[in-house]
């Protein structure tokens, strides 16, 4: 099962509500293309790269338009930690950032 952790759900909205601020239209239909893209990871939870920065076979990452998708593959369970965008600073964040 796909869990989205709350900082997720707050990334999701902050992207929605950036968009929209031009497009309404356009912003639904991101979050819907990110939101349809995570449905494949129950069947293919490998199915995205190890994010370099962390290096846990576990914490992986799917690129979605310019956003990082940050999930964990736990037992029976997948949970979306963050969306990123591309050209955050993602060095200077370490695991326990994505989880709160």
Do not use: C
Request: proline letters at 4%.
């Amino acid at each position: 099962m796909v869990i989205w952790s709350r900082p997720a759900r707050n990334d999701l909205k902050q992207i929605y509500d950036y968009i929209a601020k031009d497009s309404r239209y356009y912003a639904t239909n991101v979050v819907q293309n990110i939101v349809s893209k995570t449905e494949n990871l129950d069947v293919f939870p490998e199915m995205g790269r190890v994010v370099p920065e962390i290096g846990d076979k576990n914490v992986r990452e799917l690129i979605i338009y310019s956003y990082r998708l940050i999930y964990e593959v736990v037992p029976n369970d997948i949970q979306i930690l963050a969306i990123l965008h591309g050209k955050r600073d993602f060095s200077s964040l370490d695991r326990n950032d994505l989880e709160r």
